[in-house]
């Protein structure tokens, strides 16, 4: 089992910027891939960025790259997401989710999720 906590989310100006933490329980988080999600309202969750559990592979949907890092520190059981140059469309939820084998994009195959944080930007 792993637990997962948000942290960081708020409100930031466009052009601004924000970082997401994610502390996990459980002593097998640094076999877990991580990855974050978001989800504004009255859409679907969709696929943010990645990370393998070696940290040697990272993925990002197209919308972020340049923009978003995902990294993690395994020793301290978390994942984060450094998010700069903010844009009004990246409003959200944003969710941290983790997989013991890296599936994908698609949400449904990620197995633990964590709770959600808000994060605004105002144009």
């Known amino acids: 089992q792993v637990q997962l906590v948000e942290s960081g989310g708020g409100l930031v100006q466009a052009g601004g910027s924000l970082r997401l933490s994610c502390a996990a329980s459980g002593r097998t988080f640094s076999r877990y891939a991580m990855g974050w999600f978001r989800q504004a309202p009255g859409k679907e969750r969709k696929f943010v960025a990645a990370?393998?559990?070696?940290?040697?592979?990272?993925s990002y949907v197209d919308s972020v790259k340049g923009r978003f890092t995902i990294s993690r520190d395994n020793a301290k059981n978390t994942v984060y997401l450094q998010m700069n140059s903010l844009k009004p469309e990246d409003t959200a939820v944003y969710y941290c989710?983790?997989?013991?084998?890296?599936?994908?994009?698609?949400?449904?195959?990620?197995?633990?999720w964590g709770q959600g944080t808000q994060v605004t930007v105002s144009s």
């Open positions: 989710a983790a997989d013991r084998v890296y599936t994908g994009t698609n949400s449904g195959d990620w197995d633990y």
């Open positions: 990370i393998s559990w070696d940290i040697g592979y990272t």
